[in-house]
């Protein structure tokens, strides 16, 4: 699977587990993410992923910041592109089941680095439900 990911200065360690072990599993993952602990923006590193799985290059997108919600906003700024923070792997699971979410936003301050990596592996193997639900998601954008 295609994979692109994306991370600010809250995020490296994070990073780096989830890629090694989306890596170990096969994936193809582009890291658009610093890895530096070194204070940047967070739209610099939301956008390049947003833009990845808007055009199709990659299916799904993984960002991360301090509380994913500032690199989430960035990233549904973007055309067909639905991010979703997520901290329980309940939560991940359901961004997927219900919301067709294509990108995973993970709060590194608030959550370990092994939880991140489960929610990470629960989000990539959960499929979206439909039915109702796709009704729902067809009323998200607005152009
Ligand atoms: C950076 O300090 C912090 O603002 C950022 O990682 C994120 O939490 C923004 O939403």
Known sequence: MKISIGNDHAGPDYKKAIL?????????????????TDSVDYPDF???????????????????????????????QHKNVRAGVCWTKEIADLCRRHNDANIIAIPARFTSVPQAVDMVEHFLATEFEGGRHATRVNKIACS
């Open 20 to 36: 090694e072990k989306l890596t170990s599993l096969g994936h193809e993952v582009t890291n658009y993410g610093t890895d530096s």
């Open 46 to 76: 939301g956008h390049p992923v947003a833009e990845d799985v808007s055009s199709g290059k990659s299916e799904f997108g993984i960002l991360i910041c301090g509380t994913g919600n500032g690199i989430a906003m960035s990233a549904n």
